[in-house]
T-cell receptor, first 110, second 116 residues
Framework: GESVGLHLPTLSVQEGDNSIINCAYS??????FIWYKQESGKGPQFIID?????DKRQGQRVTVLLNKTVKHLSLQIAATQPGDSAVYFC?????????FGAGTRLTVKP | DAGVIQSPRHEVTEMGQEVTLRCKPI?????LFWYRQTMMRGLELLIY????????DSGMPEDRFSAKMPNASFSTLKIQPSEPRDSAVYFC??????????????FGSGTRLTVV
């Protein structure tokens, strides 16, 4: 029979533009969130985190926004570069372990 | 620091054979996690350890899967007998805190398992 895999949301941006990747989480009790970047053939790599007592956190070229009211998380990448092309996962802390979303594939066009 | 080290990087085995995946966490990290990644199901937590003790193995799919952590610097994930549907990339991750969720995880490069 035909196999059905995850259909990753995809985002294609022009080099130099800003990217926004969105994520909806499921557990209103989650108190800690992380964005990971996964390049082909590699493990997920930590990008930035945020705790539930914050609504915004900035890193180098990246910003994470947290809206607890609607259980929504976003990752903003400024001046997107070809090296940013990857699959991006949000993860939520649920008790003593992290649960990952399905991921979004970001493609940067030169 | 060399990071989380997994071996082998690739494993191809025949259905019914035993497979053992290995992981060396970052020195000083108290928590270790095994994840499985497939196109069908994404990243799934299989089991995690705190201070070498298994805390939650509810993600282990079947009795064919078992994991051990005999000491703070080594863990194994064993599949016996292996089946084609076990084909996936298996990741090990470690975390500094004894209560995961207070720090990011560091992932290894994964073991790509193919069962034919």
């Amino acid at each position: 029979g035909e196999s059905v895999g995850l259909h990753l949301p995809t985002l294609s941006v022009q080099e130099g533009d800003n990217s926004i990747i969105n994520c909806a989480y499921s557990n209103s009790a989650s108190d800690y969130f992380i964005w990971y970047k996964q390049e082909s053939g590699k493990g997920p790599q930590f990008i930035i985190d945020i705790r539930s007592n914050m609504d915004k956190r900035q890193g180098q070229r990246v910003t994470v926004l947290l809206n607890k009211t609607v259980k929504h998380l976003s990752l903003q990448i400024a001046a997107t570069q070809p090296g940013d092309s990857a699959v991006y996962f949000c993860a939520e802390n649920r008790g003593n372990d992290m649960r990952f979303g399905a991921g979004t594939r970001l493609t940067v066009k030169p | 620091d060399a990071g989380v080290i997994q071996s082998p990087r690739h494993e191809v085995t025949e259905m019914g054979q035993e497979v053992t995946l290995r992981c060396k966490p970052i020195s000083g990290h108290n928590s270790l996690f095994w994840y499985r990644q497939t196109m069908m199901r994404g990243l799934e937590l299989l089991i995690y350890f705190n201070n070498n003790v298994p805390i939650d193995d509810s993600g282990m799919p079947e009795d064919r899967f078992s994991a051990k952590m005999p000491n703070a610097s080594f863990s194994t994930l064993k599949i016996q007998p292996s089946e084609p549907r076990d084909s996936a990339v298996y990741f090990c991750a470690s975390s500094l805190r004894s209560s995961p969720g207070q720090d990011g995880y560091t992932f290894g490069s994964g073991t790509r398992l193919t069962v034919v």
